[in-house]
């Protein structure tokens, strides 16, 4: 019973994980970058909703919205940081991506505030049993909308015309261009699609802890770091699994293995151990 | 004057965690987000070693040697991962160290060790031994960078797979920037720990990688002079920047940024980028002539 | 081409303008302080600084000390070590200031009580509490409790005015937690308090489900849970939402109104020990209250209020040297008898502050005085 509500808030937590890495493993996947200053876009779009809620009253709106925004902040940030650096070496964008990251924690703690925002009246607080676990109603909610955004992303890759064409930028980018493919529109339409994904992490993570801070971001960067390339860099699937993988070892290792290992540390124990016997991740491709 | 020495201290310091960093990174062509990492296990090999009664002098080797062989360790993932792989593991390497120190009582856990004893040459001693182990430092990176397993880091850095063709062997030269990198990062961290004479797992965390990192980047991955000048600028940069006080950090990155954008050869880039075009524009004048 | 050489020009102009600035003042008694404005402990630096700046701002306005202006220089060292010795030479070497201040974490502030202890210039902790600050020597003290004695405090609240017997321990692994966590173990024996379990968490962790479902199985009397507001705030939050009902017991960490606002309604009936009484009816406390949220619109917190203490200390010690001798000063604060915010400050041999601990309790949104601990034997700070 117990090991079964540690799965089920190891779930919680792998959603979150999933939301942001998924978006991270993307951009890495169309255009080799690391890109770091994601979890900022992550820490704005929980910013976005606790403003927005507090001024409509309506989360759904604030939800809404705050992807669109960070969704959008997400295309500026590829015009203006990564496409000039596109052709530099990797670790190039990767110290620029730091930097902005940095420049943007600060910039929350200047605009927002050191101490952080919280929810006037935080909606989706009540507490609902199921099955003998004891569970928040944003708790649902963050799972069902994790659930919902990644099988959304998965059918629109799939079936729709400019999403097979994503997917074919990603697999070969010139042979997607010689067949008309617009890869300047991918590289955008990816940022937007990964962006408002850790806009909804942010939100509902804001809703979670009724807190964002400046340096909110400072977890998920790097670890979601990790768990892309323990799903295989670039692999969205893997990505997911990972994600989750990752979100059941912390629950279970705060329990058990509080005493030898920082939980924050349990990613990065998994992912060298596991790149030791497979380089290329667990899920790569081939 | 005090105040001097003890930035001059800093600074020195700083500068050895960046050339140390150069040569995995700048001259060998692997990149390691984990540096600091080593530095903390120079620094708490080192405070363990001066409390327990060793000379300060003594307990150096034993720092480099320790750092040198986890560093060592660390290298032999550089031969099953590349690139972006391994930078993550280097990343991993980080947060595991504060990970790991953290729990251990015998290091003090999240405590830190403290009163770490002084070596007792005065703050001018301790800045005099510091500079020329820089200027040490300095001279071997230079040496190294023009002797052939200097050229061999290059091949290395600019191909591996080349390298390997025409008979480098790459694993050992991969491990050889490894081990020389890690066995002065050490040597840094001992420096730090008995000036600061505090050390807690914190003070080895990942934003000193990056910070570490950034040196070397800002100033021009390989470039002796410019990971120097670099290293010199950034390290007292919140001490000068004190007056933008709520901004420094913003101004931090904005320029971690900048110069990635406009000059991603870092200060080298930029300064032989203005000698050329010096030269270009004087002989645009002995043309007019 | 020409946007990189623009960019380059500028940073050489940037650069060198740091060089040009020096800052001009009129003949004044400086107290130096490193506070973290910038990076993760941002929050508590402002508050540290705010609080500081009232001290000084309510000691100028009674006229100053020895006839002359006191003058806070401040300088961020974002609570890490590396960046606090430079600074506490600087303050002492370049700034000639005669009293050191530390609003800042126990790391920077184990750091520079170093610099100050062999520069022989008195520098006061306001909230730092790792037990090794005062250690470094004569010249450093603490206006805050150690980790320890604030745990031992925390013990007797627990076994002996709350009368609960069986308690679960949720320690933050940190230098704060690991201390306080230590002071309550080792006293909790003594109160009757048997410990079922401890769990622990890191700083970064807003998330406590996995903890929060081992507690409710463990069905504790009381929870002895470490931190600060924001880890405190969700973590309390959690543990009401999945049916955790019984006490909580918080400390000094909790101490903020960011705390009441984050948890909202499981904030209620929220226990913590600290250093400010809210419905203190001491007129020090009740000014410092009133003033700095009429100064700054933000309610008061401990950070605030530990860092106007040792401020005061400082400003009183100054003035009862009768000269900017530090030595002076020193010997001055080691026999302080100081009404302050926080009660009255004095100090024993270590430079260790002897004090009542505050118990506090969330009430109706605020912090209301739940009881005060007076036992100067179980609170006895260490003397070496």
């Given at each position: ?286 | ?12 310091i700083s500068?050895?965690g960046a050339?140390?960093l ?11 987000l984990g540096h600091a990492a080593f530095i903390g296990?120079?620094a ?50 980080s947060f595991?160290f504060t ?86 990062a050490?040597?840094a961290g001992?420096?730090y ?6 050390i807690d797992p914190e003070s080895f965390g990942f934003i000193e990688s990056i910070t570490v990192l950034s040196m ?18 950034l390290s ?54 | ?77 974002q609570?890490s070590p590396k960046h ?301």
């Amino acid at each position: 019973m117990f090991i079964f509500e540690l799965l089920v808030q190891g779930l919680i937590q792998g959603g979150i994980y999933a939301l942001i890495a998924i978006g991270l493993t993307l951009v890495y996947g169309l255009l080799r970058i690391l890109h770091v200053a994601h979890a900022g876009l992550y820490a704005l779009g929980g910013y976005c909703a606790i403003l927005i809620t507090n001024a409509s009253g309506s989360f759904g709106l604030a939800l809404t919205c705050s992807m669109i925004i960070v969704g959008i902040i997400g295309m500026v940030v590829y015009r203006i940081f990564y496409q000039p650096l596109l052709d530099k070496a990797p670790f190039v964008a990767l110290i620029a991506s730091i930097g902005l990251f940095i420049a943007m924690e600060e910039i929350f703690r200047i605009i927002f505030g050191a101490y952080g925002l919280t929810f006037s009246a935080p909606p989706l607080q009540d507490t609902v049993v199921f099955l003998g676990i004891y569970l928040r109603q944003c708790e649902i909610a963050s799972i069902v909308l994790a659930i919902g955004l990644i099988a959304g992303l998965s059918l629109f890759t799939k079936y729709s015309r400019i999403g097979i064409a994503w997917r074919a930028t990603v697999t070969d980018p010139e042979m997607a261009e010689s067949f008309g493919v617009d890869v300047i529109k991918v590289r955008y339409l990816n940022f937007f699609i990964g962006s408002m994904m850790a806009a909804a992490a942010g939100s509902m993570v804001a809703l979670l802890n009724n807190l964002v801070e400046p340096t909110m971001g400072s977890v998920p960067s790097y670890k979601a770091l990790a768990i892309i390339v323990l799903g295989g860099l670039g692999n969205v699937r893997g990505t997911l699994i990972a994600s989750l993988a990752i979100g059941i070892a912390e629950a279970v290792g705060t329990i058990y293995l509080g005493n030898i290992l920082d939980r924050d540390s349990i990613a990065f124990a998994f992912l060298i151990v596991v790149l030791m016997l497979k380089p290329q991740g667990l899920f790569s491709k081939g | 004057m005090e105040y001097e020495i003890s930035l001059l201290t800093i600074v020195g310091i700083s500068i050895i965690g960046a050339l140390s960093l150069n040569m995995i990174l700048g001259f060998c062509g692997q990149i390691s987000l984990g540096h600091a990492a080593f530095i903390g296990v120079g620094a708490y090999t080192s405070s363990i070693l001066t409390k327990s009664g060793v000379p300060f002098l003594l307990s150096l080797p034993g720092a480099m040697a320790l750092s040198c062989l986890i560093g060592i360790i660390v290298g032999f993932s550089s031969l099953r991962v590349r690139h972006d792989f391994l930078a993550i593991t280097t990343m991993g390497v980080s947060f595991l160290f504060t990970g790991v120190v953290r729990k251990q009582e015998v290091l003090g856990g999240e405590m830190g060790i403290a009163m770490i004893p002084d070596p007792g040459w005065g703050k001018l001693g301790y800045m005099v031994f510091v500079i020329l182990l820089v200027v040490i430092l300095a001279i071997f990176s230079l040496y190294l960078k023009r002797s052939w397993m200097g050229y061999t880091f290059d091949a290395v850095a600019e191909d591996e797979d080349t390298a390997s063709i025409v008979g480098v062997n790459v694993a050992s030269f991969k491990l050889i920037a490894f081990a020389l990198g890690t066995a002065f990062a050490g040597l840094a961290g001992a420096l730090y720990a008995h000036n600061v004479k505090f050390i807690d797992p914190e003070s080895f965390g990942f934003i000193e990688s990056i910070t570490v990192l950034s040196m070397v980047v800002i100033g021009g991955t390989g470039s002796v002079w410019g990971v120097i000048t670099a290293a010199a600028v950034l390290s007292v940069f919140p001490l000068w920047f004190q007056f933008i006080d709520d901004y420094k950090l913003l101004v931090y990155g904005t320029l971690l940024c900048i110069v990635m954008l406009f000059s991603p050869q870092g200060l080298s880039g930029i300064v032989a980028d203005l000698k050329g075009r010096l030269v270009n524009s004087k002989e645009g004048l002995h043309a007019a002539d | 081409m020409k946007i990189k050489s623009i960019i380059s020009c500028l940073f050489s102009v940037f650069v060198t303008s740091c060089f040009a600035l020096t800052l001009f003042a009129a003949d004044t008694i400086k107290i130096g302080i490193n506070v973290p404005l910038t990076g993760f402990a941002a929050s508590d630096g402002k508050s540290a600084l705010n609080g500081a700046k009232l001290a000084a701002e309510q000691v100028n306005d009674a006229g100053g000390v020895l006839g002359k202006m006191i003058e806070l220089v401040v300088y961020d060292d974002q609570a890490s070590p590396k960046h606090s010795v430079p600074i506490a030479t600087k303050l002492i070497e370049k700034d000639k200031v005669v009293v050191g201040v530390s609003g800042s974490y126990s790391g920077a502030s184990r750091a520079a009580a170093g610099v100050y202890q062999s520069a022989k210039v008195p520098y006061i902790a306001a909230y730092a509490i790792h037990p090794d600050i005062t250690r470094a020597g004569e010249y450093v003290f603490r206006t805050s409790f150690v980790g320890e004695v604030q745990g031992r405090a925390g013990a007797k609240l627990v076994g002996q005015s709350l009368g609960k017997k069986k308690a679960v321990l949720i320690t933050l692994n940190n230098d704060f937690g690991k201390s306080l966590a230590a002071g309550f173990k080792e006293k909790a024996g003594d109160f009757g308090v048997k410990i079922l379990n401890e769990y622990q968490y890191s700083i970064k962790d807003r998330q406590f489900g996995a903890i929060v479902a081992r507690v409710r199985a463990d069905r504790p009397d009381v929870i002895y849970a470490t931190g600060y507001f924001f880890t405190a705030g969700p973590l309390v939050s959690q543990l009401r939402a999945a049916g955790v009902t019984v006490p909580i017991i918080g400390q000094e960490g909790y101490d903020s109104d960011t705390f009441i606002k984050i948890a909202g309604k499981s904030a209620e009936g929220i226990i913590i020990t600290t250093s400010l009484d809210r419905d203190s009816d001491d007129p020090e406390a009740k000014d410092f209250i009133m003033q700095f949220e009429k100064k700054f619109n933000h309610k008061v917190d401990m950070v605030a209020a530990s860092a106007h203490t040792a401020v005061k200390v400082a400003a009183v010690a100054i003035a009862k040297a009768g000269s900017p001798d530090r030595k002076a000063i020193r010997d001055a604060i080691a026999k302080s008898e100081v009404p302050a915010s926080t009660g009255i400050i004095s100090f024993n041999a270590l430079g260790e502050v002897i004090k009542d601990v505050q118990v506090q309790v969330v009430r109706d949104g605020d912090f209301r005085r739940h009881s005060i601990i007076h036992d100067p034997v179980l609170l006895a700070p260490p003397t070496k």
